[in-house]
């Protein structure tokens, strides 16, 4: 007699596979990468507002695959930032295949789950939402899940966060709090990043000019949002940016 309760576990276990398989390593691309170009779907800033309200999440972030984008970051807080988990969802359907970053403020487990569910292949966990030892249990709960993650730390206080072994660590140079920008933040704690580490710059990158002098001093990754989301179309304004880092 057929076993539906076989077949449907079966199944089961494909769906499941499925979902790992989408994992693809953020920090492998990003090593292999000549650009290095995290480019960011980001429709509103709590400083700033709408920066597209209308940016669609089928649209651009396939088109940043298509020109030249290393990986893809998708906000996904929607009170702050207007985003949603169906944006990644909607970013693999229409065809993107290379890495995302699930961009949120990560407290819980639960949102560790939401991200490996929609389609991301890695998350960001910042440090100044979290202590250490709370930080350290959520980066283990990510890589359970097949998630990588990318800390994120601002000041130099933070930089002991490093000694969790993040797969990326990254330096914010904008400050959470006032929302000030100051590129010169990744410089001067590059320095101070473990050397192994793969380094990645957030924020405030508006010149090709910046991240080649970034990539020199040892950053491998460089997250633009809003520099192409103003535009009205973000994937050439990305084609356009890479011309010039060459």
């Not at 079966?10 to 990468?33: D, F, G, M, T």
């Not at 899940?145 to 206080?157: I, K, N, P, S, Y």
Request: glycine share 6%; net charge negative.
């Amino acid at each position: 007699m057929h076993d539906i309760l076989q077949e449907i576990i079966a199944h089961k276990e494909k769906e499941v596979a499925e979902v790992y398989a989408k994992k693809i390593s953020l920090r492998e691309a990003l090593l292999n990468s000549e650009t290095g170009i995290i480019a960011e779907f980001k429709r509103r800033s709590p400083s700033k507002g709408w920066i597209k309200e209308d940016g669609r999440a089928d649209v651009i972030p396939l088109s940043y695959q298509q020109n030249g984008a290393a990986a893809l970051s998708i906000l996904t807080d929607t009170h702050f930032f207007g985003g949603s988990d169906d944006f990644i969802r909607t970013a693999r359907r229409s065809g993107v295949t290379i890495p995302v970053l699930y961009k949120n403020f990560v407290i819980d487990e639960a949102q560790l789950y939401a991200a490996s569910l929609c389609g991301a292949s890695a998350v960001l966990l910042i440090a100044a939402c979290l202590t250490k030892a709370r930080c350290k249990e959520l980066i283990g709960k990510a890589h359970d899940l097949g998630l990588e993650v990318l800390l994120e730390m601002h000041a130099e206080h933070e930089l002991e966060y490093a000694e969790l072994e993040p797969d990326l660590c990254g330096i914010n140079n904008r400050n959470l709090g006032s929302f000030v920008t100051d590129v010169e933040n990744s410089f001067r704690l590059a320095e101070r990043l473990p050397k192994d580490t793969v380094k990645v710059s957030e924020s405030g990158i508006s010149n090709p000019d910046t991240v080649n002098a970034l990539r020199a001093a040892g950053f491998r990754g460089f997250l633009i949002g809003e520099n192409f989301m103003k535009t009205p179309d973000p994937g050439l304004a990305l084609q356009e940016f890479i011309r010039k880092l060459k």
